[in-house]
């Protein structure tokens, strides 16, 4: 089979499509009857995303949890960011309330522009199926279905027309353009995550966020996957924020980010091994370095 057949034969309808569940979301493939405009009103800042003074607490009283205090932070277009800290220091809490899958105390956040603090569970719903990418440790694909429609689901969702020329283009640069009738169970693990990162990639959302990506892969798999998002970065003016705890993998980032008790202790532009884990060991974290080879 040719690699241009691949990408563009017919999918025949898979009853599978019909439901997913996306972050603890039952979705629907007939939830809308007409194609969105694939972007949300509101946008007035060419940033990709932004926390401005957001704090976020976790139970009361004596059991009280300060996750985030008062964080302010940029995430430029195009700009590859890497987020580190020791366990508690509020990382993922960081990542989550950026995806909107948490709610703040105090503070504002904004993707593209847009403020999501106020949004209601729909519009915070959309705002993730359109303008966010997903890339998670476990790969979240769906078993019954191909590398393609896996691929292309969340477009198939949300009623968006699928480019085929960025499709093409996205899996060829990614290394899978011949594995896309193959089932996550057929393909190996950094297959597998490359399959996620063109799911999270296609349709260029403003914000991909990536949860310990290379987490559940060898060093080779995982060195392959930060390329990929490397150059999501570079080629295609993505902007990626990622959740590690290997100080290596950070080192492939524009910059670093370290968190400790729910604050921002330090930013690391152009990160070098030695740089990172003096911040992470000044944070009170041993640093995991060169686990992932470069």
């Known amino acids: 089979m040719t690699y241009a057949t691949a990408v563009e034969r017919p999918v025949r309808p898979n009853p599978c499509i019909r439901t997913f569940w996306h972050m603890g979301q039952r979705l629907s493939f007939r939830t809308s009857p007409s194609r969105p405009s694939g972007r949300l009103p509101g946008s007035t800042s060419s940033a990709a995303a932004e926390l401005r003074g957001v704090s976020k607490t976790f139970g009361a009283g004596d059991q009280a949890v300060r996750a985030l205090r008062d964080v302010t932070i940029g995430f430029a277009p195009g700009v590859f960011t890497a987020i580190m800290g020791p366990s508690g220091s509020g990382k993922s809490t960081l990542l989550n309330v950026l995806a909107g899958l948490d709610r703040v105390d105090a503070g504002e956040v904004f993707?593209?522009?847009?403020?999501?603090?106020?949004?209601?569970?729909?519009?915070?719903?959309?705002?993730?199926?359109?303008?966010?990418?997903?890339?998670?440790?476990?790969?979240?694909?769906?078993?019954?279905?191909?590398?393609?429609?896996?691929?292309?689901?969340?477009?198939?969702?949300?009623?968006?027309?699928?480019?085929?020329?960025?499709?093409?283009?996205?899996?060829?640069?990614?290394?899978?353009?011949?594995?896309?009738?193959?089932?996550?169970?057929?393909?190996?693990?950094?297959?597998?995550?490359?399959?996620?990162?063109?799911?999270?990639?296609?349709?260029?959302?403003?914000?991909?966020?990536?949860?310990?990506?290379?987490?559940?892969?060898?060093?080779?798999?995982?060195?392959?996957?930060?390329?990929a998002l490397r150059a999501a970065c570079d080629e295609r003016r993505q902007t990626v924020v990622m959740v590690t705890h290997d100080a290596a993998a950070a080192c492939r980032a524009d910059r670093v980010l370290v968190l400790r008790d729910g604050r921002l202790v330090e930013e690391i532009d152009a990160p070098t091994l030695d740089r990172v884990t003096t911040a992470l060991n000044d944070a009170g974290t041993p640093a995991a370095a060169g686990s992932v080879a470069s």
């Open 111 to 227: 993707i593209g522009g847009t403020e999501i603090t106020g949004l209601e569970d729909r519009g915070l719903t959309l705002l993730r199926r359109r303008r966010l990418g997903f890339v998670f440790q476990s790969f979240n694909l769906m078993p019954a279905l191909t590398a393609r429609e896996n691929i292309v689901l969340p477009s198939e969702l949300d009623r968006r027309r699928v480019d085929q020329d960025e499709l093409a283009s996205l899996v060829h640069s990614l290394g899978i353009a011949d594995r896309l009738h193959h089932r996550p169970s057929e393909l190996p693990g950094g297959q597998q995550q490359r399959v996620a990162i063109a799911r999270a990639l296609l349709g260029r959302p403003d914000l991909v966020v990536c949860d310990e990506p290379t987490g559940a892969l060898d060093s080779t798999s995982g060195a392959e996957v930060l390329s």
